[in-house]
C-alpha cells in the first residue's frame, strides 16, 4: 500500500508565494508521473500541473509562469512552488502519483489566497 501525505498549503496575500510538497510512503518500485490538481468551490477539479519521471513538465494556462513543479525521485517527494498567487489561485490542491502502475491521491491541502 502507498500512501501521499500534503503539506504547504494555508493563507496567503496576493502577489506571495507557497510551496506544497507531497510525500509517497510505502512500497514502491517506481513513480511514473506525478501531478497537482485543484478544486475551488462549486467546481470541477482541474489539472495545474505534471511532470513525467523524465521530468518533462505540463502547466495549466492560467499558472504557466507563475508555478514551478519539481520532483526528488530519491526523496520520493513531488512539489509545487506557487509565486505571485491570485485571489483565484484559491483552492483545495491535491497530489497525483502514479505508482507502482496504480494511481494514488494525497489527502488535500487548502490554499487561500486574499486580496
Known amino acids: 500500500q502507498v500512501q501521499l501525505v500534503e503539506s504547504g498549503g494555508g493563507l496567503v496575500q496576493a502577489g506571495g508565494s507557497l510551496r506544497l510538497s507531497c510525500a509517497a510512503s510505502g512500497t514502491i518500485f517506481s513513480i511514473n508521473a506525478m501531478a497537482w490538481y485543484r478544486q475551488a468551490p462549486g467546481k470541477q477539479r482541474e489539472l495545474v500541473a505534471a511532470i513525467t519521471s523524465g521530468g518533462t513538465t505540463n502547466y495549466a494556462d492560467s499558472v504557466k509562469g507563475r508555478f514551478t513543479i519539481s520532483r526528488d525521485n530519491a526523496k520520493n517527494t513531488g512539489y509545487l512552488q506557487m509565486n505571485s498567487l491570485k485571489p483565484e489561485d484559491t483552492a483545495v490542491y491535491y497530489c497525483?502519483?502514479?505508482?507502482?502502475?496504480?494511481?494514488?491521491w494525497g489527502q488535500g491541502t487548502q490554499v487561500t489566497v486574499s486580496s
Open positions: 497525483y502519483f502514479h505508482v507502482n502502475y496504480e494511481s494514488y
